[in-house]
Nanobody, 123 residues
Framework: QVQLVESGGGLVQAGGSLRLSCAASGRTTSNYAMGWFRQAPGNEREFVAAINWSGGSTYYADSVKGRFTVSGDNAKKTVYLQMTNLKPEDTAAYYC????????????????WGQGTQVTVSS
């Protein structure tokens, strides 16, 4: 069992920045990956960014490339999402995710979810 605890959401004006954090605890696999998804009201949960610890590769949705940066500390099982130049359309609940198979870019491959943290961007 893996537990994910997120922090860092809030209200920010368009063009501003926020940093989300997610700490994992529990038993993981050697090639696990962590990532971020988001879900706005009435929409499906969508992939935002992910990091694969085994090779250090990072992945981003096209909508956030160049604005968001995913990073982390494998020893601490902690992943971060630095969000800059935020737009009103980034408003959503952001969920930390863990894939024990190392594929944290697809909801179908996510084994554990965090409780979610709200990000609201005002125009």
């Amino acid at each position: 069992q893996v537990q994910l605890v997120e922090s860092g959401g809030g209200l920010v004006q368009a063009g501003g920045s926020l940093r989300l954090s997610c700490a994992a605890s529990g038993r993981t696999t050697s090639n696990y990956a962590m990532g971020w998804f988001r879900q706005a009201p009435g929409n499906e949960r969508e992939f935002v960014a992910a990091i694969n610890w085994s090779g250090g590769s990072t992945y981003y949705a096209d909508s956030v490339k160049g604005r968001f940066t995913v990073s982390g500390d494998n020893a601490k099982k902690t992943v971060y999402l630095q969000m800059t130049n935020l737009k009103p359309e980034d408003t959503a609940a952001y969920y930390c995710a863990c894939s024990l198979s190392g594929r944290a870019t697809m909801t179908s491959r996510i084994d554990y979810w965090g409780q979610g943290t709200q990000v609201t961007v005002s125009s």
